[in-house]
């Protein structure tokens, strides 16, 4: 039983180019989330997810999109990265009544 | 807006000292409120929730709507508590968690 998975665990972008975080989940959630976390901000949220086949933007979801592919997976696509996204990404998921379970994070490099 | 303010980015203490991490929250509605706690090299975890009303290794963590503040203590810290701690607030009705920008404990021996 993973929890949640985060692939892949660090990555370095050029600006411009583009890339795909992958999260998936066993723990048969509705809600799954992607968050920021940079120094001095905290966790910002980018997107979430209420069940399967909603989406919904969050604090700062510019320059991100989301794909909600089943109720397992909830991806994170940068188009065109850009130095600001260098960040730490985390996936999460939520059942009913329950906490927040986070992934172990990405750690992105856009140069 | 609903907002969560951590005003301290970084918190040093003394094992055996008392420790206190700052959380304030702007909500008009009934807030639910949490801590996490990301210790190094670890994924973000739950430490406690307001309606458990539990003391979690030794943190406890207190309501208070009418100063709209949900600080997390401890009275003896130790030097396995140093993390990164989050408060964080859900509004009523609401699947988003706002977090504050979290407190840096560190717990020198």
């Known amino acids: 039983n993973a929890g949640v998975t985060q692939t892949p665990k660090f990555q370095v972008l050029k600006t411009g180019q583009s890339m795909t975080l992958q999260c998936a989940q066993d723990?048969?959630?509705?809600?799954m989330y992607w968050y920021r976390q940079d120094p001095g901000m905290g966790l910002r949220l980018i997107y979430y997810s209420a069940s399967e086949g909603t989406t919904d933007k969050g604090e700062v979801p510019n320059g991100y999109n989301v794909s909600r592919l089943n109720k397992r997976e909830f991806s994170l696509r940068l188009e065109s990265a850009a130095p600001s996204q260098t960040s730490v990404y985390f996936c999460?998921?939520?059942?009913?009544?329950?906490?927040?379970?986070f992934g172990n994070g990405t750690r992105l490099t856009v140069t | 807006a609903q907002r969560v303010t951590q005003p301290e980015k970084l918190l040093s203490v003394f094992k055996g000292a008392p420790v206190e991490l700052k959380c304030n929250y702007s909500y008009s509605g009934s807030p639910e409120l949490f801590w996490y706690v990301q210790y190094s090299r670890q994924r973000l975890q739950l430490l406690l929730r307001h309606i458990s009303r539990e003391s979690i290794k030794g943190f406890t963590a207190d309501l208070n709507k009418g100063e709209t503040s949900f600080h997390l203590k401890k009275p003896f810290a130790q030097e396995e508590d140093s993390a990164m701690y989050y408060c964080?607030?859900?509004?009523?009705?609401?699947?988003?968690?706002?977090f504050g920008s979290g407190t840096r404990l560190l717990v020198r021996p």
């Open positions: 964080a607030l859900r509004a009523d009705s609401s699947y988003k968690l706002i």
């Open positions: 723990m048969n959630h509705n809600s």
């Open positions: 999460a998921c939520q059942g009913n009544n329950s906490p927040l379970h």
